[in-house]
């Protein structure tokens, strides 16, 4: 058997962090249940467990970076007090580089913990103040927090600096909303996936995972604040965003592929017309810009993109932009381009000032 491309390893990553998501609903389901019978017993494992944790982390921290976390009266607001050996971004050397992993790791982490940590002792606090069971409010709210996906995952460059971590999150998160999508219940994502399958379960679930990390981080990063990530609340979340991203796509591109070419033949009276009226107003155009284009050179040089970028930016500019052709230089997919495509453009914005 031969070696698994890049889209089938893309494909088993995707799969696997759905199973992964949905193995950890039904164990917290399973874990919500056993609580109810001994809420106390839980309750007082969980408040251990997680202060165990976040102990262990700030002595990994403060003996590795020489960062000491510090709270304020409220428990769960951290705040660093003392950096020493953080590591600089971009990486200079490998260790460098490994430093910063370690680092993001680590206080991504602790930052999970003391959100948790946070929820269950203010829902301690203000049950056991209004004469209701503390250990059942502590345990509920903890539980609301683990269904509500991933909220502090960072899969857009927005938030995430670094190539490789920002493609794992966005890898997880891809997984989270793969695992609430169902295309027997969204009849119409699974019609636009047909229409470039066989139209089977199977191809149409593959299509899926083929596009599911594009849609997913252009979903999170329209999301707006007051939008949650679960649905179920009535209101548009993650995962309607990327479900309509999904089928808009889907349907563009099966509208270009049933339209084709529309353009006139070479030499053809629809090539030539009206060239002389516009001679003027294209000399313009061209000066315009030529000095956008020297401008714009200008926010690439300070914009620092990574080697993928910045080769579907040389594309881009090669081949006009056309998604699929890039795709195929690359032997990526048409949904990586256009997520690429999209973080350079943000870098060049921010290289602007815009």
Not at 13 to 32: G, L, M, P
Not at 164 to 188: C, D, F, P, Y
Request: charged content about 30%; proline content about 5%; hydrophobic content about 35%.
């Amino acid at each position: 058997m031969g070696e698994a491309g890049p889209h089938e390893y893309l494909l088993n990553e995707v799969r696997a962090h759905i199973d992964e998501w949905h193995a950890s609903a039904e164990q917290t389901k399973y874990f919500e249940e056993k609580a109810r019978e001994n809420p106390r017993s839980y309750a007082s494992s969980a408040f251990d467990f997680i202060r165990s944790r976040r102990r262990h982390i700030r002595r990994l921290l403060r003996k590795r970076f020489g960062v000491k976390v510090r709270y304020s009266w409220f428990r769960s607001e951290q705040y660093v007090a003392c950096r020493k050996r953080l590591p600089q971004y971009p990486p200079r050397n490998p260790q460098e580089y490994c430093n910063y992993v370690q680092l993001r790791f680590m206080s991504d982490l602790l930052r999970a913990l003391d959100v948790q940590w946070g929820v269950m002792h203010s829902a301690y606090i203000e049950a056991y103040r209004s004469g209701e069971n503390p250990d059942l409010a502590a345990l509920d709210a903890l539980f609301d927090l683990l269904r509500l996906g991933p909220v502090g995952a960072s899969p857009t460059t927005r938030t995430e600096p670094d190539d490789v971590l920002r493609e794992m999150q966005a890898k997880t998160v891809a997984g989270w909303v793969g695992s609430h999508i169902s295309l027997n219940v969204n009849k119409r994502l699974s019609a636009v996936l047909s229409e470039r399958t066989d139209g089977s379960r199977g191809a149409n679930f593959a299509e899926l995972l083929r596009n599911l990390v594009p849609a997913t981080v252009i979903a999170w990063d329209e999301l707006r604040p007051d939008e949650p990530l679960r649905p179920g609340s009535g209101k548009t979340n993650l995962v309607s965003r990327a479900e309509r991203f999904l089928i808009k796509e889907g349907s563009e591109t099966a509208k270009l592929k049933r339209k084709g070419d529309l353009k006139g033949p070479p030499g053809s009276d629809i090539e030539g017309e009206g060239l002389k009226d516009a001679d003027l107003e294209e000399f313009e155009l061209q000066e315009t810009l030529r000095q956008q284009l020297n401008e714009l050179q200008g926010w690439v040089e300070s914009a620092r993109f990574s080697e993928q970028e910045k080769r579907v930016y040389e594309l881009d500019l090669r081949m006009d932009e056309d998604t699929q052709a890039v795709a195929r230089e690359l032997g990526i997919s048409d949904g990586h381009v256009r997520v690429v495509r999209k973080n350079y453009r943000d870098k060049i914005r921010r290289a602007a000032g815009l």
